[in-house]
């Protein structure tokens, strides 16, 4: 079977290729962003540990954690961004390979319904999970788009873009070590045509 390792810059468009997969070849998904969010739920040691570090200001009055707050400190703060990631990190491996072996043990091997697994993992080189997978598709367009999508979406200034960016591997290095490179840099169907293609 193939598990494919979807990654590349945020902003990219990974989220966009793996929504695609999920709803058009009905591929599994798991998103280790989405695993993330579960590893900082309410009454999680994670969280717990959080709150040691940074305080109590960091929790909305719903008592989830204030993502926006917690990116405003570790984005900036190299040394605080590795100490986030060492706590998360293995809860998001655990997980994901979990995950990955279970739906590997039920894929009805004698039809043709599902042929591969989907992993969207933004870090994947930087965390060191390029082992979960059999191959890797990296997602990439102009640094500018990112840029650009990065503060439309999460409503950013330029620095703070900027600096998210840099708080990752280059585009660059990512691309050299993809066995398939998506050109996410033109149209949504020139996109989807690619997958299509990358699938087939």
Known sequence: MRI???TGGIGMGKTTVSNYLATAHHLPVLDADLIAREAVEPGSPILSKIIDRYGSHLIRLDGTLDRAK??????SNPAERTWLEQQIHPFVRTVLKTERDRLIQTHPTNTECSVAIVLVIPLLFEAQMTDLVTEIWVVSCPESQQIQRLMQREKLSLEQAQARI???MSIDEKRDRANL?????TTLEALIEQVDRALS
């Open 4 to 6: 494919i390792g979807i």
């Open 166 to 168: 840099r708080s990752q």
């Open 70 to 75: 917690l990116g405003s400190i570790v984005f």
């Open 181 to 185: 490179i998506l050109d996410n840099s």
